[in-house]
T-cell receptor, first 116, second 112 residues
Framework: SAVISQKPSRDICQRGTSLTIQCQVD?????MFWYRQQPGQSLTLIATANQGSEATYESGFVIDKFPISRPNLTFSTLTVSNMSPEDSSIYLCSAEGNGGPGGTQYFGPGTRLLVL | SQQGEEDPQALSIQEGENATMNCSYKTSINNLQWYRQNSGRGLVHLIL?????REKHSGRLRVTLDTSKKSSSLLITASRAADTASYFCATAISGGYNKLIFGAGTRLAVHP
């Protein structure tokens, strides 16, 4: 299995500002994933973060709004830029466990963001 | 966009009863994973079933997969109030480097 932590656990931000969310995995993983969960909704994949290359973004998400870093095999950050109230969501990161590709994906506890 | 649908959207049962949730998807998959989420908290992984498997068990949980119908079901037997949560299926798409696409989820309420 993989144990994933996120910081901060929650934050309240003013519109127009940016927030960087950190995700730490307790083991080396090839790919990490970032998801958004809007209030009362399911999870939507934002992007896939591969170490050593640029993140791959899903339709509807762009790098200028959600820049991602992946400096090593255990860590990634997601920045929510120029925030608006519509960005209020839970942001979750995930990674596959020791089973490697095609295995169980484990999730961090999430970062609950409220934008005023 | 979401890969598939889950039904029912909401389910309310009494303790001791069984709960069945269904998940349908649209494209070929490598595996399908079921998760539980309590009150907007993090996701807890329940079961992974691979595309060449038809059924898996874990404690009170039973998952089936029918790739010909592109559907899966999660059965919780002898439910408890602590099972109250949202349940999501997520599919790892073939050729999609294992990114997960989530269904809409089922909100389960188990009443004492």
């Amino acid at each position: 299995s993989a144990v994933i932590s996120q910081k901060p656990s929650r934050d309240i931000c003013q519109r127009g500002t940016s927030l960087t969310i950190q995700c730490q995995v307790d083991s080396q993983v090839t790919m990490m994933f970032w998801y958004r969960q809007q209030p009362g909704q399911s999870l939507t994949l934002i992007a896939t973060a591969n170490q050593g290359s640029e993140a791959t973004y899903e339709s509807g998400f762009v790098i200028d709004k959600f820049p991602i870093s992946r400096p090593n095999l255990t860590f990634s950050t997601l920045t929510v830029s120029n925030m608006s109230p519509e960005d209020s969501s839970i942001y979750l990161c995930s990674a596959e466990g020791n089973g490697g590709p095609g295995g169980t994906q484990y999730f961090g506890p999430g970062t609950r963001l409220l934008v005023l | 966009s979401q890969q598939g649908e889950e039904d029912p959207q909401a389910l309310s049962i009494q303790e001791g009863e069984n709960a069945t949730m269904n998940c349908s998807y649209k494209t070929s998959i490598n595996n399908l994973q079921w998760y539980r989420q309590n009150s907007g908290r993090g996701l807890v992984h329940l079961i992974l079933i691979r595309s060449n498997e038809r059924e898996k068990h874990s404690g009170r949980l039973r998952v089936t997969l029918d790739t010909s119908k592109k559907s899966s079901s999660l059965l919780i037997t002898a439910s408890r109030a602590a099972d109250t949560a949202s349940y999501f299926c997520a599919t790892a798409i073939s050729g999609g480097y294992n990114k997960l696409i989530f269904g809409a989820g089922t909100r389960l309420a188990v009443h004492p």
